[in-house]
């Protein structure tokens, strides 16, 4: 631009230097944004960050995967750590069972703008303006705040660093290389972890409430949730299957009505109505991904790895032919030869040089 507008020619150097000098240029150590550090909350309890880091925690000896990292604001204190296959409502719901059941219900949790916490879209239609992850702590009476940033909740996201350095090579020397021993491995490591560098809190009163619910009642609080309209013919859809409630005097009167389903994290699948389990049949229809489904890049892993299993289940297409397609079917019987112009020429040549070896009868074209 001073090349240009100016015609004063300087060397990039010289001309940083002048800007330097002028207070108008910036390392990059200089343009980096600081964040006032926040103060630790008082007591236990009070607020508990929650993060999910995707990383090769086993190195070479098994997948990638995710760590969900329960982390206490007041004592830096490691409340819960689960391995599982990416950052999904149900995964949430197992370390979040967890955690309940070690510590009680805390005030609030303090998240990113996953959509796991967080619904992205104002317009969305149902739900209450909830994801399922939301609607259960609202039902456990426990709060759940989304960070604008990453440095908001910065205790998570250093311990996420820590994690990665610290509790890989402490896999490496258990010699353990599968998540589900992994996760056997993790309370031990905690208790370490937390005697080394958790810190006292500035309050001794313990945040937490007690969880006051039985199995079976938290079991349906997480869990994944719906209503779904029941047609004429007692059947509706649910991810891509068609349920059929079996005929009986209680179902027979449910076309027109919304039954509730139940997913748990277990697999089980549940329809009630009025708190009332209903026995149903499921139609099974092609498993896929939807097409041009749209993915978060947290679970993109877990989808492709799910497209790939189904992939190899599936028979490879088979090309039909020609035949096939027009439905032509073989009689067995085999159609006279077509002669070709030079075969007739050939025949009548031969009957006129010698016309009594075909009977005086000589082949026209």
Known sequence: MLRERHGLTVSRETLRQWMISAGLWHSRKQRRQLHQPRLRRECLGELVQIDGSEHRWFEDRAAPCT????????????????????????????????????????????????????????????????????????????????????????????????????????????GLADPEAGNRFLPGFMARFNARFATPALSSKDGHRALNLPPSRLADVLSWREQRYVGQQLAFSYQRQRIILEASDLTRDLAGCYVDTYSFPDGRFEVRWKGLSLPYRVFDKDQRVTHAAIVDNKRLGEVLAYVKERQDQERPPRVKTNSEKTGYQRTGRKSPRRRSLVDRLVECRVAEANPAALGGQVSSL
Do not use: W
Not at 115 to 140: D, H, I, N, P, Y
């Open 67 to 174: 760590l969900l990292v329960f982390i206490d604001d007041a004592t830096g204190r490691l409340m819960q750590l689960r391995f599982v296959a990416s950052e999904s409502a149900f995964s949430y719901f197992e370390a979040l069972q967890g955690y309940l059941e070690a510590h009680g219900r805390p005030v609030a949790f303090y998240s990113d703008k996953h959509s796991v916490f967080r619904v992205a879209r104002t317009e969305a239609k149902g739900g209450q303006g909830m994801t399922q992850f939301g609607r259960a702590l609202a039902e456990l009476n426990i709060e759940i705040l989304c960070a604008n940033t990453s440095q908001a909740k910065g205790r998570v996201e250093r311990v996420n660093r820590t994690l990665q350095d610290r509790l890989v090579k402490e896999l490496r020397l258990a």
